[in-house]
């Protein structure tokens, strides 16, 4: 089994910082993106920010220029960094790892618990 183990997030004013971070672990072989996807109650969940292994990032279009997302492959780790964050940043985040668990099988996505973002107007 696959466990993703988010921190960070929290209560912050409009134009404030929050630093995400999320750890996958258990029975892992390979990793091949992972990303941070957001939910609001009564709506779908939508996607952030992911990042390949290789590096190779792509963004929901509101928060381009403003977060950041980063991976430490060693650590099987994705952070998110979040800038100048605005009240509609305002959701649950949770982290997602498309995770192989032994050679020759295929990827699968796992999802962590989620963390609450609040900011502030």
């Known amino acids: 089994q696959v466990q993703l183990v988010e921190s960070g997030g929290g209560l912050v004013q409009a134009g404030g910082c929050l630093s995400l971070s999320c750890a996958a672990s258990g029975s892992i072989f390979s990793i091949n993106v992972m990303g941070w996807y957001r939910q609001v109650p009564g709506r779908l969940r939508e996607l952030v920010a992911t990042?390949?292994?290789?590096?190779?990032?792509d963004y929901k279009n509101s928060v381009k220029g403003r977060f950041t997302i980063s991976i430490d492959n060693a650590k099987n780790t994705v952070y998110l960094q979040m800038n100048d964050l605005r009240p509609d940043d305002t959701a649950v985040y949770y982290c997602n790892a498309d995770v192989s668990p032994r050679r020759f099988m295929p990827h699968r996505p796992f999802w962590g618990q989620g963390t609450q973002v609040t900011v502030s107007s």
């Open positions: 990042i390949t292994s290789g590096g190779s990032t």
